[in-house]
């Protein structure tokens, strides 16, 4: 399963590179954060600043495609990575849910972007009888 990671950092990984990725939820929101990301064929790990704290999922997989976006307003990496199946059956499926749940949230917010949430509803027409 191909999962997107959208990071507001420079985050440059090789395509191939094996990573760890390190997974909460944002305590006010629920959405979920990428805490840390470990290249594994080089040893660098990026990671948030501050602790990690409450519940948390590592998983593993290969970059298939790195982007980082360098000048404007803020520093973005977009990496596209295969996510592998270690083989437990309970660790791949709350992997799964972990992933449609970030899903979810990004469409939301996709949605939210798009004008769904935010739009003020057009005044009503005067009526005459």
Known sequence: MDRKLVLNAH???ARGHRV?????????????????????DT????????????????????????TVT????????????????D???ATSARAALYGADAAVDAAKAEADRWGGADRTPEPEPERFW
């Open 11 to 13: 985050v440059a990984i």
């Open 20 to 40: 760890e990725v390190t997974e909460g939820r944002d305590e006010l929101t629920g959405a979920s954060l990428i805490l840390s990301v470990r290249d594994l």
């Open 43 to 66: 040893g660098i790990r990026y990671r948030r600043v501050g602790e990690i704290r409450g519940d948390f999922l590592r998983w593993l997989g290969r970059v298939i495609d790195c």
């Open 70 to 85: 360098i000048g404007g307003h803020a520093s973005q990496t977009i990496l596209t990575v295969d996510a592998d199946g």
């Open 87 to 89: 083989g437990s059956g």
